[in-house]
């Protein structure tokens, strides 16, 4: 079955940096775009950024557009995201999803999170 | 940033029905906004229930459906079970950009 998951979450400095892995397994890594997607603890969702299959086509929210950088490894099956300069409203359960169907970037399958915690 | 705007909490009574809805702040919803509805109980990830607009998953129950309604984007939960009780949120499509709505506390009670 398809399964999502996320490793790489954990407590940080502000200013730091973190590397967020996703292991694919269950589907054809490479015919789906794949998604990040954080929660604030007590908060609502909110997007971050999402890849297409090739790797061609890159989305960022404003909030994360010149700090964060997602990228993939279709041979391993994996999605990363690579977060720099990271501030306290960073911190957030962050959420790796592939996308629904092929060609599109909204979230079909979720996998179950890594908490990113960002503190002094 | 358009926004999209749920409604922050809702009861609905064990057998009873209620519609949860998702507006924008650009107007009408349509189904060129392809509206995704998805499901949150506490502690766990996010699960897609609709996709595009009225579409559901095989794992979506069978109680809920969705459409467009009034110029928003509709979750209708029918026969309503103390397992719905859940955080529900939509997600709208801006030419590429998604955008989700802040969610509505569904409470069966």
């Known amino acids: 079955q398809v399964q999502l998951v996320e490793s790489g979450g954990g407590l940080v400095k502000p200013g730091g940096s973190l590397r967020l892995s996703c292991a694919a397994s269950?589907?054809?890594?490479?015919?789906?775009?794949m998604i990040w997607i954080r929660q604030a603890p007590g908060k609502g969702l909110e997007w971050v950024s999402y890849i297409s299959n090739r790797g061609s086509t890159i989305y960022y929210a404003d909030s994360v557009k010149g700090r964060f950088t997602i990228s993939r490894d279709n041979a391993k099956n994996s999605l990363y995201l690579q977060m720099n300069s990271l501030r306290d409203e960073d911190t957030a359960v962050y959420y790796c999803?592939?996308?629904?169907?092929?060609?599109?970037?909204?979230?079909?399958?979720w996998g179950q999170g890594t908490l990113v915690t960002v503190s002094s | 940033q358009a926004v999209v705007t749920q409604e922050p909490s809702l009861t609905v009574s064990p057998g009873g029905t209620v519609t949860l809805t998702c507006g924008s702040s650009?107007?009408?919803?349509?189904?060129?906004?392809?509206p995704y509805w998805f499901q949150q109980k506490p502690g766990q990830a996010p699960r897609t229930l609709i996709y595009d607009t009225s579409n559901k998953h095989s794992w979506t129950p069978a109680q809920f459906s969705a459409s467009l309604l009034g110029g928003k984007a509709a979750l209708t939960l029918s026969g309503a079970q103390p397992e719905d009780e859940a955080e529900y949120y939509c997600l709208l499509s801006y030419s590429g950009a998604w955008v989700f709505g802040g969610g509505t506390k569904l409470t069966v009670l």
């Open positions: 650009t107007g009408t919803v349509t189904s060129g906004h392809y």
């Open positions: 999803a592939r996308g629904d169907y092929g060609g599109t970037s909204a979230p079909g399958v």
């Open positions: 269950g589907f054809t890594f490479s015919d789906y775009y």
